[in-house]
């Protein structure tokens, strides 16, 4: 099966920082989604992007399909952004299972 | 979010009792997903059903059986619980390709 790897598994950031979160996936696939897990637990899609570059006010994505590999760009982080973050590879010809990396913890301190 | 529900939200039960956790939906979507989340592993696929009565296993299936009669309903079966089905459980379903999830269900085997 697909393996999905993310780094860094941990992340502190100053609140105003940037940040860059990486995920490597070892197959082609028909699609990649970045989820927020919030401190309650909750999971937010945030972004739904087979390939090229996607912005969503401070977030924004990139994948690169041909090298197997997507990108989560934070820009002036706040403390609302703490929580995890979870890439996950998806086929379409697997019943649109999404395979998930271990996820980047985050925490924006104030 | 509205349209996916998970019950109980919290359960404690002891070992060698079955446990039924319930996934409900009011959008009439084909595919449905079972998850489970421990520290170290991110998601991991338990089983998933792509319409009435059809059910397949994920990477994480022993143990576990589910069961769909209904469109709107995906029920997740512990036979004879484990402590190491202490765990918290997310139901999902796609919207396209797109993941939403429910608000999950921690569930303690004592």
């Known amino acids: 099966g697909i393996q999905v790897e993310q780094s860094p598994p941990d992340l502190i950031l100053q609140e105003g920082a940037n940040s860059t979160l990486r995920c490597n996936f070892s197959?082609?696939?028909?699609?990649l989604q970045w989820f927020h897990q919030n401190p309650w637990g909750q999971l937010i899609n945030l972004f739904y992007?087979?390939?090229g570059t996607k912005q969503n006010g401070r977030l924004s994505a990139t994948t690169v399909a041909t090298e197997r590999y997507s990108l989560l760009y934070i820009s002036s982080s706040q403390t609302t952004d703490s929580g995890v973050y979870f890439c996950?590879?998806?086929?379409?010809?697997?019943?649109?299972?999404?395979?998930f990396g271990g996820g980047t913890r985050v925490l924006v301190k104030p | 979010d509205a349209g996916i529900t998970q019950s109980p939200r919290h359960k404690v039960t002891e070992t060698g009792t079955p446990v039924t956790l319930r996934c409900h939906q009011t959008?009439?979507?084909?595919?449905m997903y079972w998850y489970r989340q421990d520290p170290g592993h991110g998601l991991r696929l338990i089983h998933y059903?792509?319409?009435?009565?059809?059910?397949d296993k994920g990477e994480v299936s022993d143990g576990y059986s589910v069961s769909r009669s209904k469109t709107e309903d995906f029920l997740l079966t512990l036979e004879s619980a484990t402590s190491s089905q202490t765990s918290v459980y997310f139901c999902?379903?796609?919207?396209?390709?797109?993941?939403?999830f429910g608000s999950g269900t921690r569930l303690t085997v004592v």
């Open positions: 059903s792509y319409g009435v009565k059809d059910t």
């Open positions: 959008e009439n979507h084909r595919y």
């Open positions: 999902a379903i796609t919207r396209g390709l797109g993941y939403t």
């Open positions: 197959d082609s696939v028909n699609n």
């Open positions: 992007i087979p390939s």
């Open positions: 996950a590879a998806q086929l379409e010809a697997a019943g649109n299972k999404l395979t």
